[in-house]
């Protein structure tokens, strides 16, 4: 084999890939250059490729190796590198320290089974390894509900009925829309990501491109949350919005607000209150003061030069440990200080909100959701460069949806780093997930398994697909549910590798079944009795049209307006199938027994919610989770894939009555019937 194209195999590229169409296609040297080249291995001329070879030969023998993952009662075999000795010692996360002797087998050495699941320390012959030991599979929902059906809605969180602290929706927005959900008998809110973004740019307002997944969204901060009436009102932001949110000049304002907090806060704050944050800047730790850092660099630069991100900062900057940045973190103390401030103020929000939704009732409570990746110019990138993947971005290949492929814009782990580092990077992004909710959903789940990488300045057609230490993701993924009680969810739509959903079911993960999606070969929908019994059933996504829209075809308008419908299919042509779809429909719901009713005319947005909602309420699916856009009949979709400033993504909001309107609650109270009855009294959400 060519050494290049050898290398990549060794690596985790795969040379070639099936396309759509069935087609084979060989991926070229270039594509394998570049992929090697942002995994962190060096491509320079033979003596390059063969001292990269070696290095991951010596990986692959265990050489330097400090984290390894297995289960629970299942022997570890232990690789050649570490295998140097017959006895070892294993010091358990509760300080039990017992003394093992490896046991020898066809493969080599293994470690005897352990019954604890945690993170261990295994002391080999001088070299500690961390050893953790992963449950057989993550948090289930019968582990919380038994054999009982659940529903939940699902929310954007900026599109809810405003504070007095904000002109959009926030973490106290969340906590009185979980409320409402809960005395419906909802079980779980999903929410759009809470990442943080650029808190100096709040233009930049997309949940799923964020600076850092390890910290929040400061403009969703809930004054409310921690402080009194009166010492919060100097946060009050009067006025309300427009039908759109205007992101720029509204989240300035919530910024400025929250800068007058504080500085009375900095006066005024109680010795509790300053010792609580202190303790919260302790625990984040280097992590949190990198952040605070970087917000206050990107402001700074972003008025100066109007960098958008850290490479375009003057060369000094770009290193976090630099004595420029050293120098300006001494100069800008305040600055570091209020940004750490809005983190505070950020989780002890959203931490209330999850209370707030179990007190009430609820199950589950929030449903966090994780991003496949970040931006390459923001908090993470800068502050753990090694950790990602440089020079290349992820997206997906060519696929009917998307005919040219496509480039999401976003860098995230390399598979060389998180074995480096002992995923801890991974670990770290999955508890901030975790920390304040009962559930996570990862976007792109197939990402555990495979990434689709485009290199800088390549076509999106012209990628490669880059395999990630699936079993150890699985095993730390169970691990850390169990840990912070949380179910987890998993996006698998798209382009899924085979197999893969059943090694999801095997780990735990709960995969989506979304209506539009649930057909027969013969393009039938599928009976609700016959969907997947461990998943989720939905109505839509954010990315896909609501059932009103749908109904309509306004995602085909759409499309249209902007010319963006296949060369070969008209409007004409995808409305002719869509009207097809639509009488499908109407006999599946016949059929189900969850409708009767002649054909609506293409407006009548209530009735096919009505339908829809029915339809997946009575779903097989363990859980059944609808967005509020249907349960309000709405007709717009908050995020059209693969347009920016044409269509308004991540800029809608809820009508002001969102659940309260009776339609809404008819609706609440026909899922609660469908899905087993009255919600079960759950714990208050956990201090963490």
């Not at 289960?71 to 050649?80: I, N």
């Not at 929410?191 to 943080?196: D, E, G, N």
């Not at 700074?300 to 630099?322: C, I, K, M, N, V």
């Amino acid at each position: 084999m060519d050494p290049l194209r050898d290398l990549a195999l060794a690596a985790g590229l795969s040379l070639s890939w099936t396309d759509f169409r069935g087609e084979t296609r060989e991926v070229g040297a270039a594509t394998l250059e570049a992929a090697l080249s942002a995994i962190g291995l060096d491509v320079g001329g033979e003596a390059g490729i063969r001292e990269s070879r070696d290095h991951l030969l010596a990986q692959k023998r265990g050489e330097g190796l400090s984290f390894i993952t297995t289960d629970v009662g299942a022997p570890t075999l232990l690789p050649p590198g570490l295998a140097s000795a017959t006895v070892a010692a294993l010091r358990l996360e509760n300080g039990e320290r017992r003394e093992l002797r490896l046991v020898p087998g066809v493969g080599g050495l293994s470690v005897p089974p352990i019954l604890e699941p945690g993170y261990h320390l295994l002391e080999l012959g001088g070299h500690t390894v961390t050893l953790a030991v992963a449950p057989p599979r993550a948090l289930s929902l019968r582990d919380v509900f038994g054999d009982r059906k659940a529903y939940g809605l699902a929310a954007q969180i900026y599109s809810l009925p405003p504070t007095r602290y904000s002109t959009f929706g926030d973490f106290g927005a969340l906590a009185d829309f979980a409320e409402t959900a809960a005395s419906g008998g909802a079980d779980a809110v999903a929410i759009s990501p809470t990442h943080a973004l650029f808190a100096a740019d709040p233009g930049r307002s997309s949940p799923y491109s964020p600076s850092t997944r390890l910290f929040h969204n400061a403009l969703y901060a809930d004054p409310a949350a921690v402080f009194d009436s009166d010492f919060a009102s100097v946060a009050e932001i009067p006025g309300g919005g427009a039908e759109l949110i205007e992101w720029a000049d509204e989240g300035a304002r919530k910024l400025a607000g929250l800068r007058r907090l504080f500085a009375r806060f900095e006066v005024d704050g109680t010795v509790e209150q300053r010792a609580e944050f202190a303790t919260f800047r302790a625990k984040r730790g280097a992590l949190l003061e990198e952040h605070a850092t970087y917000e206050a660099l990107h402001a700074h630069f972003l008025r100066e030069t109007g960098a958008g991100g850290w490479q375009g900062w003057p060369e000094p900057y770009r290193d976090p440990a630099s004595p420029a940045v050293a120098a300006f973190a001494r100069e800008h103390v305040e600055e570091i200080v209020f940004h750490a401030f809005l983190q505070w103020l950020a989780e002890r929000s959203l931490l209330r909100a999850q209370q707030r939704a179990c007190a009430a009732g609820m199950g589950i409570g929030l449903i966090a959701d994780l991003a496949v990746g970040m931006d390459g110019g923001g908090s993470h990138a800068w502050s753990h460069p090694h950790d990602i993947l440089q020079g290349a971005s992820v997206g997906a290949p060519p696929d009917p949806l998307g005919p040219t492929g496509q480039d999401w814009g976003l860098t995230t782990f390399s598979p060389m780093a998180l074995r480096d580092r002992g995923f801890a990077p991974f670990i770290a992004t999955l508890r901030a997930a975790m920390r304040c909710a009962g559930g996570v959903r990862i976007d792109h789940v197939m990402g555990l398994a495979r990434l689709w990488l485009v290199p800088w300045g390549m076509k999106s057609s012209e990628g490669v697909y880059l395999n990630y230490p699936l079993d150890d993701m699985l095993r730390i993924v169970a691990l850390e549910s169990h840990r912070n009680r949380a179910i987890v969810i998993g996006e698998d739509l798209g382009t899924v590798p085979d197999g893969f959903r059943g090694r999801l079911d095997q780990a735990g993960i709960l995969g989506m079944r979304v209506l539009f999606f649930e057909r027969e070969a013969d393009g039938r929908f599928r009976p609700p009795e016959e969907w997947a019994e461990h998943a989720v059933a939905m109505t839509t996504t954010h990315d896909l049209p609501t059932l009103a829209g749908w109904w309509r075809g306004n995602d085909i308008a759409w499309r249209d307006r902007l010319g963006e419908l296949p060369d070969n299919e008209d409007f004409g042509v995808q409305m002719a199938q869509r009207n097809y779809d639509r009488l499908r429909f109407r006999e599946a719901c016949v059929e189900a027994q969850v409708a009767s009713f002649d054909l609506p005319e293409s407006e009548e947005d209530d009735r096919v919610a009505d339908a829809g909602i029915a339809y997946v309420g009575a779903s097989a699916c363990d859980l059944a989770i609808i967005p509020a856009e249907d349960i309000c009949a709405l007709v717009e979709q908050p995020n059209l894939p693969g347009t920016t400033d044409a269509h308004p993504n991540w800029r809608r909001r809820l009508p002001g009555h969102a659940l309260d309107g009776p339609k809404a609650r008819q609706r609440m109270e026909r899922l609660k019937s469908l899905r087993g009855g009255a919600s079960r009294k759950a714990e208050p959400g956990r201090e963490r």
